[in-house]
């Protein structure tokens, strides 16, 4: 099967309160809204975040973003307010973690290490 592009997808319990949160992580808004509770992010042609409004499936998801500098983006979602975790140790790279107003964990690492 020869994958074009690649869709994350979290569920949230009310898209009013997450998707300003998902806002500040992404720091720009939704590319589209294609259709009645959901909202899309676009990164680039391969990949995206769907976010959709399902409470009965809120807050058990994981989202892991690989980002050009850790330190920064850390940095970056502090000053927005969003909590994130310390940096933390992997085997390969350091990764921080935060959750989005369900509980779903946003996972950051940092790319070529």
Request: aromatic share 6%; with cysteine.
């Amino acid at each position: 099967m020869p994958v074009v592009s690649i869709y994350a997808q979290l569920n949230c319990s009310d898209l009013g309160t997450s998707t300003p949160w998902f806002e500040q992580v992404f720091a720009k808004p939704p590319d589209t809204r294609p259709m009645n509770g959901l909202v899309e992010w676009h990164h680039r042609d391969t990949a995206g975040l769907q976010l959709f409004e399902n409470k009965k499936y809120a807050g058990h998801g994981t989202l892991t973003l690989i980002v050009d500098n850790l330190q920064q983006e850390q940095r970056r979602l502090e000053e927005a307010g969003l909590s994130p975790g310390p940096l933390e140790p992997a085997t390969s790279t350091k990764l921080v973690k935060l959750s989005d107003p369900d509980g779903n964990t946003v996972v950051l690492v940092q790319s070529g290490q």
